[in-house]
């Protein structure tokens, strides 16, 4: 029997990518997928990009190989060559990264070529005509990245002109309406059609603004100040000190975790308060202020001394403190 043609797909947990590995099975190929997990898309934050991966693979019955993109992701973010989207979102570096990635497993396993979901005109950083171009030509992947959805739309790749795929098999999809990805699935049997992605974490708006700030005043964040993004308020002390108040408990248990040697944590002594956590070069010049944004956070009375534990490195200690008033901690607030 004949081997069936090898080929790459490059798969989040959006329609389009689902969509996408499914017109190439229904050509016979034999699609193996890839999923790029950074360090602002970990696959399990409900938001699309990743989501429900390995669900997705099985559910298509495709192999999948997962990468992760850390350091040299967190190093691309610092300058990226082709600036960002509205939030922090370096999208057309950040798709070149992850088709490089996807180009090395295509050569490890001797794939022809590599799909992804890329809808023309969809997204409008990254899928107007030069943008796919560019990630074309960067990640070395010139006429070997085909886009399934609207490939009768764009040039004719190197499949095509060897005859490995027709291209009246490809789709002309185009824009950001989704009812042509509907009915597709519809076609393909896909229960449940995921809602359209909504990018990774560096295109909310919110989460941008303290990305922003991470950057502007660290060379290199580490995946530990990232994950502190993610979770709790946050408030920027002066240039090397930062300040993070756990908004519930799940957050109290996380920046306990992500704490590290030098960081002290926070907790009032007499009332039900969160954990808070400063991190930075002047720790002890800030230990008050952090202190009393605690207590304020916390069902202590108003206008009243109240004790709060400080932990450093395993040794704690008490601080008495009057609660700090609204306008003054929000001159902090990222
Ligand atoms: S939204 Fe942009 S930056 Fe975020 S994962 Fe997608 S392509 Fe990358």
Redesign the pocket.
């Known amino acids: 029997m004949e081997e069936k043609k090898k080929v790459v797909a490059l798969l989040s947990g959006g329609l389009d990518s689902r969509l996408a590995v499914k017109m190439m099975q229904n050509q016979g190929f034999d699609v193996t997928a890839v999923a790029i997990k950074?360090p602002?898309?970990d696959f399990d934050c409900g938001r699309g990009?990743g989501f429900e991966i390995r669900e997705t693979a099985d559910m298509l019955g495709v192999d999948l190989k997962t990468v992760y993109l850390g350091d040299e992701y967190i190093e691309m973010l610092k300058n990226p060559k082709h600036g960002f989207?509205s939030g922090m979102?370096?999208?057309i570096d950040?798709?070149v990264m992850m088709f490089k990635a996807g180009k090395q497993v295509m050569e490890n396993i001797g794939a022809d070529f590599i799909i992804s979901g890329e809808v023309l005109g969809q997204r409008p950083m990254?899928q107007h005509g030069p943008a796919l171009r560019t990630i074309e030509k960067e990640s070395g992947l010139e006429g070997k990245i085909v886009r399934p959805l609207s490939g009768r739309l764009l040039p004719a790749t190197q499949p095509e002109v060897d005859g490995l795929i027709k291209r009246e098999d490809l789709g002309m999809i185009r824009g950001r309406t989704r009812k042509e990805q509907m009915r597709l699935a519809k076609e393909f049997g896909f229960e449940n059609p995921p809602n359209a992605g909504g990018?990774?974490l560096?295109?909310d708006p919110k989460f941008a603004i303290r990305a922003k700030d991470l950057f502007n005043h660290i060379e290199t964040p580490t995946t530990n100040d990232i994950d502190l993004l993610k979770i709790g308020r946050h408030f920027r002390f002066d240039q090397k000190t930062k300040f993070i108040v756990g908004r519930n408990q799940d957050e109290n248990e996380m920046l306990k975790a992500l704490a590290l040697p030098g960081d002290v944590l926070f907790e009032t002594k007499d009332h039900v308060g969160p954990i808070s956590l400063l991190r930075g070069q002047d720790i002890e010049h800030n230990l008050k202020l952090a202190a009393a944004i605690t207590l304020r956070y916390s069902d202590a009375p108003k206008d009243q001394q109240g004790i709060v534990i400080l932990e450093k490195d395993n040794t704690k200690t008490e601080i008495s403190v009057l609660q700090i008033s609204e306008p003054e901690y929000l001159q902090y607030r990222i």
């Open positions: 950074t602002f898309c990009c989207g979102n370096p999208c950040c798709r990254s990018g990774c560096l295109t």
